[in-house]
């Protein structure tokens, strides 16, 4: 059954089970007056840019925390030192520490924020008629209820209140970042970085307040005999009479999920009025999703329409997880959008192979057996906004397949979208040439392209590929991927397997004339490009989470250079004005070990095989083949280049 038909409440392993569990990531960041510590060299020179008369000696006793015979007044006040009295720290001492790390804070604040790059998304939408606007107008609305409603998954909505900063730097990483918590990879591990001068600690909502958030919840939640309900993706976690349940989103949120279905309601009257019929139905059939906390009727909808048979695209409701600490709950979203008709004559030449695509994934990996696929090939969308989930503080989605769970997704049915109008103003591309430049040999980067329809193709069959082979509602032996590999894990191979669908069906298009010689060059440039870019934010979130997409970038380059498709090659670099080290990938070699690593990710996810998975894994992320993939040498010349910050203006005129 699929677990968004589960709406009973089921008590489960009581608490005290819990409060024992150890934790997986120590806090080992020291502490003063509650604040996170600053070094001494960092109390120094704030202490000198604020005028406070004061300087920290040697630090000779508790490493990282100032201590009375540590400190020296200066000028006049030598002598009478205000700060220390009788051996302790003074309350005078306290108000300049503090006032030390507020300057501290502002700066990691305006550092976080100088890692992003506002990037418009602007939609006139001023020549739609009146019933057409009202229907936009009732979507939005609906939009800013679901970031509300994701601010409380997320556990930020409880931050916002009449005492959030004041700062004109601090409201805008608040507003930004949908919470007090820094995203950008210089600053997200940083203990200053945050919106807040009291420095609140993450906590998801899904998970009771009281115990420890950290990854040792998940592994003990995933160990339990009742791991289906607890980790179920329609559910929050509760502690009641000394025992935790799962309880419905709906009976949690309830109050704003009915806010949503009511706007979600006034939508589809609209569109009926309109004549948009298909999105009427999925209009109605989301609302009732939001009241019921049943999605399947709505999946059902969602998946008839298609861009024949109507003008606009919306995804309403719980469907991604890895916003959350397990990586296990759904988080609220919207994506609203225009259809891009222009890619209609692609898509339907990539529908003809989609067979084709399913069963040579049996070819390459006997173990799988393919299934008849009927999923749709992907619309092309123009983004008119995103909301909570859908939402990233850098960086955006540029391609989604759903649903993740349900009857839908079971059968294949399942739609895939790619976003055509995101990073194509030209800044955006010619930052996205130079960073490519800083990794790639010249003889590589002559097959590098900005050409809209190369960068489509890709996400093209990333997102293809999420519908084939073993998904995310395969089963074996009753047991679906996360408890066969538990999240994290499970999370790493789906978009393994994807991206490296990317790789391999390349060749299938290719040998089909679909796409040239090339073309197939460039597709293969400009996936390596792209995890370039993730690789450069790192491995593992601050949480000690996986970045499913910079591991399996991790994974596929260094599998690359296992075969001799890539190498690590010193060359003169006229810009840098020295040698350093760049990628150039053999062509020639590309297919051979893409099927390979398809091979490997298909069989290691149709017979369940843990260890496979583990060492696949560790050996490029963390163990002894980490090293050819060279992450810290892309950081170092990645990093410094802002990230995109979507911004969205929609004109509606009167």
Avoid at 17 to 32: C, F, G, I, M
Avoid at 559 to 578: I, N, S
Avoid at 640 to 650: D, E, I
Wanted: charged share 25%.
């Amino acid at each position: 059954m699929s677990p968004r038909l589960r709406f009973t409440l089921v008590l489960v392993a009581p608490l005290a089970l819990l409060t024992a569990v150890p934790p997986v990531l120590a806090d080992s960041a020291s502490t003063l007056f509650g604040l996170p510590a600053l070094s001494r060299d960092d109390f120094n020179r704030l202490a000198a840019q604020a005028g406070v008369p004061l300087f920290w000696g040697e630090d000779g006793g508790k490493v990282g925390v100032p201590e009375p015979n540590e400190l020296v007044a200066l000028g006049v006040l030598a002598g009478r030192n205000p700060f220390v009295a009788e051996g302790a720290l003074t309350p005078a001492f306290e108000k300049a520490y503090r006032k030390l790390v507020e300057a501290r804070r502002l700066e990691a604040v305006r550092q976080e924020l100088d890692q992003g790059l506002p990037t418009l998304v602007r939609t006139d939408l001023s020549r739609l008629n009146a019933a057409e606007k009202a229907l936009v107008r009732h979507i939005l609305r609906a939009a800013d209820r679901v970031a509300a409603l994701f601010a409380r998954q997320s556990g930020a909505a409880g931050l916002a209140g009449d005492d959030a900063p004041g700062t004109p730097e601090s409201a805008a990483l608040f507003d930004r970042n949908q919470g007090p918590w820094c995203a950008a990879p210089r600053t997200e591990s940083d203990p200053f970085c945050s919106a807040r001068p009291d420095f609140p600690p993450r906590r998801w909502d899904p998970y009771p307040a009281d115990l420890p958030h950290e990854l040792a919840l998940c592994e003990h939640l995933a160990a339990q005999p009742n791991a289906e309900a607890l980790l179920d993706p329609f559910t929050v976690v509760r502690e009641f009479e000394g025992n935790l349940m799962a309880v419905p989103l709906n009976l949690e949120y309830g109050d704003a999920m009915r806010a949503v279905a009511e706007d979600l309601d006034l939508a589809a009257r609209a569109a009926k009025i309109v004549g948009e019929k298909a999105f009427a139905r999925y209009l109605s059939a989301a609302a009732a999703g939001f009241r019921t906390n049943q999605w399947a009727a709505a999946d059902e909808a969602w998946a008839a329409m298609n861009a024949r048979n109507s003008r606009w695209y919306l995804r309403v409701g719980p469907d991604e997880t890895y916003w959350d600490l397990c990586q296990a709950k759904a988080g609220f979203h919207v994506s609203f959008a225009r259809i891009d008709r222009s890619s209609l004559a692609l898509q339907d030449q990539l529908s003809k192979l989609r067979t084709q695509m399913e069963r040579s994934l049996g070819e390459i990996a006997p173990a799988y057996k393919p299934r008849s696929v009927r999923f749709a090939m992907p619309d092309f969308i123009e983004i008119v906004v995103n909301s909570g989930n859908s939402r990233s503080p850098l960086g955006a989605t540029i391609g989604q397949s759903l649903p993740n769970w349900g009857k839908v997704a079971t059968e294949g049915r399942g739609r895939t979208v790619v976003m055509t109008n995101l990073y194509t103003d030209p800044d955006s591309r010619a930052m996205a040439r130079e960073k490519a430049r800083r990794m790639l040999h010249d003889e590589t980067m002559a097959d590098y392209t900005d050409d809209r329809r190369i960068a489509l193709l890709d996400i093209i069959l990333h997102e293809a590929t999420h519908n084939l082979g073993p998904h995310s509602d395969y089963r074996i032996d009753g047991k679906d991927p996360r408890q066969i590999f538990g999240g994290q894990v499970a999370t790493v191979l789906e978009e393994l397997k994807a991206q490296t669908g990317s790789w391999f069906y390349t060749e299938l298009l290719r040998r089909s004339g679909v796409i040239t010689d090339v073309e197939a060059r460039q597709i293969y440039v400009h996936a390596l490009a792209w995890s370039f870019g993730h690789l450069s934010q790192g491995l593992f979130s601050p949480s000690g989470n996986p970045k499913p997409y910079s591991q399996l970038s991790a994974i596929q380059i260094g599998f690359l250079v296992d075969r001799g498709a890539l190498t690590w090659e010193e060359v003169e670099d006229p810009v840098a004005g020295r040698t350093v080290g760049k990628f150039r990938v053999h062509f020639d070699r590309v297919p051979a070990a893409a099927r390979e690593l398809m091979a490997e990710v298909v069989r290691i996810k149709a017979t369940g095989d843990v260890a496979a998975a583990k060492a696949l894994i560790d050996a490029y992320v963390t163990g002894d083949r980490a090293a050819q993939v060279h992450q810290p040498q892309i950081a170092e010349r990645l990093l410094g280049f802002p990230r995109g910050t979507l911004v969205y203006s929609v004109e509606m005129g009167p």
